[in-house]
C-alpha cells in the first residue's frame, strides 16, 4: 500500500539552496584565481569523495564566484547537508559542511489501523527511513499524509504527535504516536425533495447508510467520498430507469459533528417529470439488414422511458456492428421530448464507421500464466477482420479457464491508420490452488475428515494437478490425478488418475474384513465445438477383499465367484457441454453430461449410464435460481449382477442433504449401506446476495430442496421412496475455495435413515 506519495525536493531545500547562492553572491567578490588546494572540514560520516566529486573545479583550476556559488548548490542537492559554506584562505579553498543527522530508528505508536510494516515500508519508499539522512519537511509532509489516511478510513479523530529524539554519533530517533479514536460513523442519510418515492425506498439503493447488524463486516456505515459518488450515479440510474429523464441531483451536503463521531448525509434532488416513450425510429446505415436490428430494439414504445433499456439497446447495436468487423461503429440516442404530453420519441441514429482488422493480440497482467495458454483460448486471430463475436468467445474462454478473477479486453485504434486496431487483454491473475476441506460427525463413522489440493495451473502452464484425500477411523480413499487440457494443439486434453479406497466394518456391524480397490485410469477430451466435448478412457482395476468375521452376503458372493480379488478394465465414454458464465459463482447458462462405463474386460461384465443436467436463472441482478438433476443407472452384463463396488450412492452434500453423506439406498440383510444400480437426484437452490453484503456475489444465502434415492439393480424405481430435505445454506468463494453450509431438515423420511441437520464442505457445488 502506497501511503505517502510526493517529491523529495523539499521547500527546505529549496529554500536553502536560495540562501546557499545569495550567500556564494555576497561572500565571493574576489578576482579569480588559481586554486593551490582544497580541505574539506565538518565531515563525519559522508566520504571526502562524495564531495570533490559534486564540485565544479579541482586543485589546479581557477575559482571564480559562479563556481563557488555552483558548488554550493550541488552539495546542497545532495540533501545530506544542512549547512554549506566556502572559505578563502590565500589559494586554499575550505569546504565547511554540516552534515544532517542520520535516522537512528522509525517507530510507530498506537496504530492498529495500519500495519507497523506497511506504514515503514511507506516511509521509506519517500526517503525516511533506517541510515538516511533526516529531514524535517519530510516528517511533516509524511505526518499530515497520515493523517489523511486516518480520515479515508472514517478516523477524523485521529491525532498524531511526531518526535525527533537525538541520538549519540548525530543522529536522531522518529516516532509517530497515533491516538486513533473512535470510527465517525453515518448517523442520518437524507434525500430531500422526492416526491414520487419513499426516502426510506431511495436510501435501500445505497451501499452506505447508517448500518445494519453487518455492519461490522461491510463496512457500509463509514463514509467515504468515492462510495458516496457511486451511490449518487445509482440514485441517477434507478430514476432514469423509472421514466424521470430529467432527473438532477442538485447538492450534496456533508457534515461532521464537533466530537468527529458522527456523520449526517443531505441529497438535494429534483425528479422532474416522468416522461412516457411515444415511438422509437432509426436512422442512419444499418448494413441493410434493418430487419435485424430492429429485433434487437429492447425500448417498449408505450412505457416509461428506461435508461437501462437504452442502454441494452445501443450495446446490441454496436456489438451486432462488430460482428461484421466495424470495429468504431456508433449508435446515439436523440430523445425528443413533447413537455406538453410528457412523452418522448427516442430516435436511435447508427454511424458504423469504417472496417477493421485486428493488428496484434496484446496481453497484460499474466504474470505467472505464459502468454500460449491465454492464446490458445482466442477465437479471434492476428491479421483478420475484427469479429465483435468471436472476440466475446474469446473472452469467456479465457474467463473459464478459472485462473483470472477478471478479464477484459480493450479495443485501441492503431494511430496513423484508418482500419487496424489493436485487443488490449487485461487479466488479473488469482491464486489457482484449491484446498478442499471437509468435515463431519455420525454415530457410526465418529469423526470424518477429507482434505484435498488442487492446483490448475501448475507454474503457469496450464496443468492441472490434484489430489483428494477422505479419511475416518474405517474409511479411507486416496486419489492423485494430473490434466493436459492441450495435449495436442487442437485441444484435446488427456488426463491420468490413480485411486485407492479401502473400508472395513462399523463398530455396531462388528466383524474385522477390508475392501480394497485401487485403479490407474487415463482419459482424453475431444472438442467439436466451442461448448461440446467428448470424453473417453480406460482403467485398470483391482478390488480385493480381504476376508474376516461378519462379511456382507455381496463381500461373499465375491469371494465366491473371483477368489476375493476381481480385476476388472473399465472403457468409459462421454460427452459435456458447459456455457455457465463462471466455475465458481455461476449465475447463468447450463452444464450438461452423458457419461458411460462398460466392464468389457476382466472378472465383471457391466455397464453404466448417467447424466446430468445443470441450469442456472438469473432471475434480476442479484438473485438467481439454480436447478440441478442427476441420473444414472447401471447393470450387470453376460449373465451377472452389477458389482456391489460399482454400486451408487446418495445422501449429504452433492445429492441430498439433511441425510448423512452415503447412507441413502439399499441395505444389506445385517444393515450396511451397500449402495444400488440405479440413482436420481434432484436438487433445486434459490441464491439471494448476503443481507448487508451489496452486491458482493462471492458471499450469498441460498435455500434449496433436495430429493433422491438410490435403488437395486432389480428394484423399480418408486418416487414415493425418495427422500427429501429443505433448509437455508451459506455460500462464500473463501480465498480456499468455494465454502458451503447447509442446514436442512428432511420432509420425507423413513425409519433407519440416517440424519445429519447441518453440513459444511470447501470445495463443492449444490
Aim: hydrophobic share 35%; aromatic share 12%.
Amino acid at each position: 500500500m502506497q501511503l505517502f506519495q510526493f517529491r523529495r525536493t523539499t521547500l527546505a531545500q529549496t529554500v536553502a539552496l536560495i540562501a546557499g547562492s545569495m550567500m556564494a553572491f555576497n561572500a565571493f567578490a574576489a578576482a579569480p584565481f588559481n586554486v593551490r588546494d582544497i580541505r574539506v572540514e565538518g565531515l563525519q560520516r559522508i566520504e571526502p569523495g562524495t564531495v570533490f566529486a559534486s564540485i565544479p573545479f579541482r586543485v589546479g583550476d581557477d575559482y571564480t564566484d559562479e563556481k563557488g556559488a555552483a558548488a554550493i548548490r550541488s552539495l546542497y542537492a545532495l540533501g545530506i547537508f544542512k549547512d554549506v559554506r566556502i572559505e578563502v584562505n590565500g589559494d586554499v579553498l575550505v569546504l565547511i559542511v554540516e552534515e544532517r543527522p542520520n535516522i537512528a530508528a522509525v517507530e510507530f505508536i498506537g496504530t492498529k489501523e495500519f500495519d507497523k510494516d506497511t506504514l515503514k515500508k511507506a516511509l521509506k519508499d519517500i526517503g525516511l527511513a533506517e541510515g538516511r539522512p533526516f529531514d524535517k519537511a519530510l516528517a511533516d509532509r509524511a505526518e499530515q499524509e497520515l493523517k489523511r489516511q486516518y480520515v479515508n478510513r472514517s478516523l477524523y479523530g485521529a491525532e498524531i504527535i511526531t518526535t525527533i529524539t537525538p541520538a549519540e554519533r548525530n543522529r536522531v530517533n522518529l516516532s509517530f504516536t497515533v491516538v486513533e479514536g473512535d470510527l465517525a460513523k453515518i448517523k442520518e442519510m437524507r434525500v430531500v425533495g422526492s416526491k414520487a418515492f419513499d426516502e426510506s425506498k431511495l436510501l435501500d439503493q445505497f451501499d452506505q447508510g447508517t448500518g445494519n447488524w453487518l455492519s461490522w463486516y461491510t463496512k457500509s456505515d463509514r463514509y467515504s467520498r468515492t462510495k458516496l459518488n457511486a451511490d449518487l450515479e445509482t440514485l441517477r440510474a434507478w430514476y432514469l430507469a423509472r421514466g424521470y429523464l430529467e432527473f438532477r441531483i442538485d447538492s450534496t451536503q456533508v457534515a461532521i459533528s464537533p466530537n468527529k463521531q458522527d456523520i449526517s448525509i443531505t441529497i438535494n434532488v429534483t425528479e422532474g417529470d416522468r416522461f412516457v416513450v411515444s415511438e422509437v425510429a432509426m436512422e442512419g446505415y444499418y448494413l441493410g439488414k434493418d430487419d435485424e436490428f430492429k429485433s434487437l430494439v429492447e425500448i417498449k414504445a408505450g412505457q416509461a422511458y428506461n435508461a437501462d433499456d437504452v442502454a441494452r439497446t445501443t450495446k446490441a447495436f454496436n456489438e451486432y456492428f462488430g460482428n461484421f468487423g466495424f470495429a468504431f461503429a456508433r449508435t446515439d440516442v436523440r430523445p425528443e421530448i413533447d413537455r406538453a404530453t410528457n412523452r418522448v420519441k427516442l430516435v436511435l441514429v447508427a454511424d458504423p464507421a469504417r472496417r477493421a482488422y485486428v493488428r496484434r493480440i496484446n496481453i497484460a497482467g499474466n504474470n505467472r500464466t505464459r502468454d500460449q495458454i491465454v492464446r490458445r483460448e482466442f477465437r479471434q486471430t492476428e491479421s483478420s477482420w475484427y469479429d465483435g463475436e468471436k472476440i466475446r468467445l474469446s473472452r469467456d474462454r479465457v474467463n473459464r479457464l478459472g485462473y483470472f478473477k477478471d478479464v477484459e479486453i480493450d479495443t485501441q485504434e492503431v494511430p496513423s491508420t484508418q482500419d487496424q486496431v489493436d485487443l488490449n487483454v487485461n487479466v488479473v491473475e488469482k491464486p489457482t490452488g484449491m484446498l478442499t476441506l471437509g468435515a463431519g460427525f455420525s454415530s457410526a463413522e465418529k469423526v470424518t475428515f477429507s482434505f484435498g489440493i488442487q492446483q490448475d495451473n501448475v507454474f503457469g502452464s496450464g496443468h492441472n494437478l490434484g489430489l483428494q484425500v477422505s479419511t475416518s477411523k474405517y474409511n479411507q480413499y486416496y486419489v492423485i490425478n494430473t490434466t493436459d487440457p492441450y495435449f495436442t494443439e487442437d485441444g484435446v486434453s488427456r488426463t491420468f488418475e490413480f485411486y485407492h479406497r479401502s473400508s472395513k466394518p462399523y463398530v455396531e456391524q462388528g466383524g474385522n474384513y477390508r475392501l480394497i480397490t485401487s485403479g490407474l485410469a487415463t482419459r482424453f477430451g475431444l472438442p467439436f465445438s466451442e461448448l461440446d466435448r467428448i470424453f473417453v478412457g480406460v482403467a485398470a482395476e483391482k478390488t480385493e477383499l480381504v476376508p474376516g468375521t461378519n462379511m456382507l452376503g455381496v463381500h461373499a458372493e465375491l469371494c465366491q465367484r473371483f477368489g476375493c480379488i476381481a480385476q476388472n478394465l473399465p472403457v468409459t465414454a462421454g460427452w459435456a457441454r458447459d456455457s455457465r458464465d463462471s466455475y465458481l459463482n455461476p449465475n447463468s447458462g447450463k452444464f450438461i453430461r452423458f457419461n458411460t462405463e462398460v466392464g468389457a474386460a476382466g472378472d465383471a461384465r457391466y455397464a453404466k449410464m448417467g447424466g446430468q443436467y445443470q441450469q442456472y436463472f438469473p432471475l434480476t441482478k442479484q438473485y438467481t435460481f439454480a436447478f440441478n438433476a442427476d441420473l444414472g443407472s447401471g447393470r450387470g452384463l453376460s449373465g451377472q449382477t452389477l458389482p456391489f463396488y460399482k454400486n451408487y450412492y446418495s445422501g449429504g452434500l452433492g445429492s441430498v442433504r439433511g441425510f448423512e453423506q452415503g447412507t441413502l439406498g439399499p441395505r444389506d440383510i445385517t444393515g450396511p449401506v451397500i449402495g444400488g444400480a440405479k440413482k436420481v437426484t434432484l436438487n433445486s437452490e434459490f441464491l439471494m446476495p448476503f443481507p448487508g453484503a451489496g452486491n458482493d456475489r462471492t458471499l450469498r444465502l441460498y435455500g434449496f430442496y433436495d430429493m433422491g434415492n438410490v435403488y437395486g439393480e432389480f428394484e423399480k424405481v418408486d418416487l414415493g421412496l425418495l427422500r427429501s430435505a429443505y433448509g437455508v445454506g451459506l455460500s462464500w468463494v473463501s480465498p480456499m475455495g468455494p465454502l458451503r453450509f447447509a442446514w436442512a431438515r428432511p420432509v420425507r423420511s423413513f425409519p433407519g435413515d440416517r440424519i445429519q441437520q447441518l453440513q459444511f464442505q470447501i470445495g463443492t457445488s449444490f
